[in-house]
T-cell receptor, first 117, second 114 residues
Framework: GAGVSQTPSNKVTEKGKYVELRCDPI?????LYWYRQSLGQGPEFLIY????????DSGLPNDRFFAVRPEGSVSTLKIQRTERGDSAVYLC???????????????FGPGTRLTVL | GNSVTQMEGPVTLSEEAFLTINCTYT??????LFWYVQYPGEGLQLLLK?????DKGSNKGFEATYRKETTSFHLEKGSVQVSDSAVYFC?????????????FGGGTRLMVKP
């Protein structure tokens, strides 16, 4: 079946602009996660959705970052007034139920590479 | 807070050599531990996991044992192949967290030469 997809695969924007990054999770997965991966580093957690609600947004770096999942499937990560430091690969993952303790497997999308000039 | 430290790469080996990639962690409570792999041009994939102390995760000839006493989860393979060339990430999830958020190490690039 189809895996997690993310669009666009690449996004180049200018400092100060607004961007939206889209994630289509695996059908039926209730849990959805956003991570950010800077060059040469491991992914860092941003936000976690359980259904339509953001259950944990403690990883969002500041109030320029916002994410939604209005119907409990597709999610959009929104970044306002982009800065050069926002340049990274943004990864989305989904899992069937978001169970704690490693009982669920997270399936990752290919990522969106964001470059802020 | 939770953290994962893994050996820096790149690690360069000849085909059929023995592989060890070290991973240690800091966490409150008893996390679940994972190894993810990222092949060139592909997304992160779960390689193996262990959810409690002394568990051994294994897949595709790779193994890792959850060692609570040394807070470690080292990845091993007895005989690497060129196709194992990838970046390997050690990660943990906090069982006390609301979901299953992962904390990753910095990644270790493995290059296997024929």
């Amino acid at each position: 079946g189809a895996g997690v997809s993310q669009t666009p695969s690449n996004k180049v924007t200018e400092k100060g602009k607004y961007v939206e990054l889209r994630c289509d999770p695996i059908s039926g997965h209730t849990a959805l996660y956003w991570y950010r991966q800077s060059l040469g580093q491991g992914p860092e957690f941003l936000i976690y959705f359980q259904g339509t609600g953001a259950a944990d947004d403690s990883g969002l770096p500041n109030d320029r970052f916002f994410a939604v999942r209005p119907e409990g499937s597709v999610s959009t990560l929104k970044i306002q007034r982009t800065e050069r430091g926002d340049s990274a690969v943004y990864l989305c993952a989904s899992s069937p139920r978001g169970l704690a303790g490693g009982m669920d497997t997270q399936y990752f999308g290919p990522g969106t590479r964001l470059t802020v000039l | 807070g939770n953290s994962v430290t893994q050996m820096e790469g790149p690690v360069t080996l000849s085909e059929e050599a023995f592989l060890t990639i070290n991973c240690t962690y800091t966490a409150t409570g008893y996390p679940s531990l994972f190894w993810y792999v990222q092949y060139p041009g592909e997304g992160l994939q779960l390689l193996l996991k262990a959810t409690k102390a002394d568990d051994k995760g294994s897949n595709k000839g790779f193994e890792a044992t959850y060692r609570k006493e040394t807070t470690s989860f080292h990845l091993e393979k007895g005989s690497v192949q060129v196709s194992d060339s990838a970046v390997y990430f050690c990660a943990l999830s906090d069982p006390l967290g609301a979901g299953n958020m992962l904390t990753f190490g910095g990644g270790t690039r493995l290059m296997v030469k024929p």
